[in-house]
């Protein structure tokens, strides 16, 4: 049998040994399991960031993957600590909705408990490092084979984020900017099918764009440019720099497209 | 038995490959050593607060973690190399300091001895990259059961780093901040024991705080907050934002609590 | 035998989970690799850093270790995707010049094909995300016994970097700054050898120096000094400073070097 994978996703950054302080923990805990890492520099508490990277990483492991996820700015609040099953995988986390997205590209909460039985947690723990406290022997615990049900209570319901839903009037699609990515691409949440197969022309900020393109080097450099990004959905990005500097643009921005009638043939 | 664990801890970054190298030596010589990232964001050549970081996640690890230290400004100069055991850990780094609040929190030194050996070395070592060539071969040597004996004559003493210990008059403690962490909070020196168990009153730069309270979030956001840390000491943040911003407030500057008098029940 | 080696080195940050992403195709299709970082931070769309970097790093590992290289400015477009064989060593990466240094350092290109055989990519592959759906899955299945033969016809040329040699001319070397490290040292391209064991005097900007010298700290702080580098070639720094920011001076700088004349002996 395979080692068990612990995935490891915070808001720790790379100078502190925040991360360290965990790893050790889990290695302590769960000395076989393979730690690996999804990303530490989410800005600091960013929530729904954190929801989109953990649901972009977290579906391509192997089923039976434990992932620990700490962007958590309640620590020490009443917000509860929770375990979560979705599709074979299994999520530790504060209930801030950090998981949501991707436990819904999972198919769902198969089961979710609170996480209160101390004793899988580091004695006294601290009211500022609950990943190192709670999150990390309680992930150990998970992939030394402890159920979730050992853990806590079942929750009914779980915190959601509620991002709101790509809406169509007038033939005219609204969504948003759902995440600005290292690059300075602005990724949306209007996937790709209302294209119908054809071209759009998406308004976002200053901007008006055809596309999609085949691909970010379709463009001049410095140009901006739309494409399908990874997770099926439209794109806008400038070929070698940066859309969100170029269209002072954030998370959260209102983007429009509509599909673009198929260009008459040219008999004239 | 469990494969061993090398950690690294390092200011190299992660843009240049310096890091990577280190791995491929750890693992062309130790191939079946797992490697455990501490930190490698540390300041350029700040061993005080990398002394902080690893004594924050050394001790986490299960005793046998070989911790591989390169924050090493002196690198080339005549400062040893040195590796020291302290509480079933061993730690490979330059004598300028950097292990002492581990070792301390370890329970001080069993053994120290110098690394002059160059038969554990890379061969030619040069003289800007001791990590790749001298500290990562003796690190693997080290995980795959080579005696700290074999690497050097036995060491009398080792560099400390001399942080001045809070002290108390008249009622207050003076101590200082140590470290800044990744999110702007001004980690001090003073046990929360100074607290009594009741509330103090802390002031540093131009700020007069009470507490501690019971989480980062229990005042609204923007504000300024008194916590205890998760090593167990005062802790001064801003909910959502950055102390060490809103202050002014580097590493090493004052702080000075007393105890508060408990408030008076408001019978009158 | 020891767990195959997966490195990767990528423009990517620590702040999406594209890293974290792949990591999970790589264990979802090779669960006994051992997964290594070379550097995720390289700038974007970096090539000729990336190539450094890979030259740095790669031949430290064992032989048999496959290097995943996503710095990839042009995926998506016509550019080949390629698996190149070089001393025992195996580099997945776009071909856009990236293993250049890396290959020509293990003694060249052994053998190389591209990579167009579908059966090895996951399905359906995004036009932005190559380095998860394409070069993943293709790492993760040579890690796993599959030949670079089965993965594409074979090639009979790479597209190569084309750095400039350094050059004599009257004595005098000329050379490049050819990297500009994290700690803002200014790698050349000028063999130490150039020295002839001797000192040189080094042009650079508005600076002359003469060396090299021993170590980083042979200066005072502040200053400018003259070393050997890692790699061999002299390098400038500034103690416990950056060279690149007091000089102004990116990559791609001319250094202009000579020998001096050994210094009279003083019996005048």
Do not use: Q
């Not at 805990?29 to 999804?38: G, I, N, Y």
């Not at 089923?63 to 979560?84: I, Q, S």
């Amino acid at each position: 049998m395979a080692a068990p994978i612990i995935t490891l996703l915070t808001d720790f950054g790379d100078e502190d040994g925040f991360v360290g302080a965990v790893r050790g923990v889990l290695l302590s805990r769960a000395p076989a399991a393979r730690l690996v890492d999804l990303a530490h520099h989410v800005p600091t508490g960013d929530v729904e960031k954190a929801a989109r990277v953990l649901s972009r990483a977290a579906p391509c492991f192997p089923p039976g993957a434990v992932h620990l996820v700490v962007v958590d700015p309640g620590v020490g609040t009443e917000r509860k600590a929770v375990v979560v099953e979705a599709g074979g995988h299994i999520f530790v986390a504060p209930d801030n909705g950090v998981v949501t997205y991707a436990v819904d590209s999972l198919g769902g909460v198969r089961v979710a408990h609170a996480i209160t039985e101390r004793a899988y947690w580091r004695p006294s723990p601290s009211v500022t490092f609950h990943g190192r406290d709670i999150f990390a022997p309680v992930a150990a615990a998970l992939a030394s084979g402890t159920g979730v049900a050992a853990l806590g209570p079942k929750l009914a319901t779980l915190y959601r984020l509620a991002a709101p839903a790509p809406e169509e009037a007038a033939g005219v699609w609204r969504g948003h900017v759902i995440e600005v990515d290292h690059f300075g691409n602005l990724i949306t949440d209007l996937p790709v099918e209302v294209c119908g197969g054809a071209r759009v022309r998406c308004a976002l900020g200053s901007a008006t764009l055809e596309g999609p393109v085949a691909a970010y080097a379709s463009v001049d450099p410095g140009e901006l440019v739309l494409v399908v990004g990874s997770a099926g959905t439209l794109e806008i990005a400038v070929r070698d720099g940066s859309a969100a500097r170029r269209l002072g643009i954030r998370s959260g921005a209102p983007v429009a497209c509509h599909p673009l009638a198929p260009p008459r043939s040219s008999k004239a």
